[in-house]
């Protein structure tokens, strides 16, 4: 069972870490995902991370402002959100696959069973 958590209302331009913890251990899992879901919008693929850190992936939109890392010892999977726009106000959803799919297609929800409770982002002046 997954469970996200630190969302909240922060100024653009500003930061949040989210964490998702694990009841179980993360190890059971080869890759871990962030996804995001606005009002009215499909959910969307914001990073997704395997085992090892040998592939880590990012939608464009967030490249180079948000990093997914894993915390094995905390059972924990942290996304770190700089630079908030706007754009980035959502729902965030932590999600867990035990099996490796090829290349970015880690970014689509079609391939998680394992979901955790959303947590809202709010980006706003």
């Known amino acids: 069972q997954l469970q996200a958590s630190g969302g909240g209302l922060v100024q653009p331009g500003g930061s949040l870490r989210l964490s998702c913890a694990a009841s179980?251990?993360?190890?059971?899992?080869?890759?871990i995902a962030w996804f995001r879901q606005a009002p009215g919008k499909e959910r969307e693929g914001v990073s997704c991370?395997?085992?090892?850190?040998?592939?880590?992936y990012y939608t464009d939109s967030v490249r180079g402002r948000f990093t997914i890392s894993r915390d094995n010892a905390r059972n924990t999977v942290y996304l770190q959100m700089n630079s908030l726009k706007p754009e980035d106000s959502a729902v965030y959803f932590c999600?867990?696959?035990?099996?490796?799919?090829?290349?970015?297609?880690?970014?689509?929800?079609?391939?998680?069973?394992?979901w955790g409770q959303g947590t809202l982002v709010t980006v706003s002046s």
């Open positions: 999600a867990a696959r035990v099996n490796r799919v090829p290349g970015s297609t880690c970014l689509n929800s079609i391939f998680y069973a394992n």
């Open positions: 179980g251990s993360f190890l059971d899992y080869s890759l």
């Open positions: 991370h395997s085992r090892g850190g040998i592939s880590t």
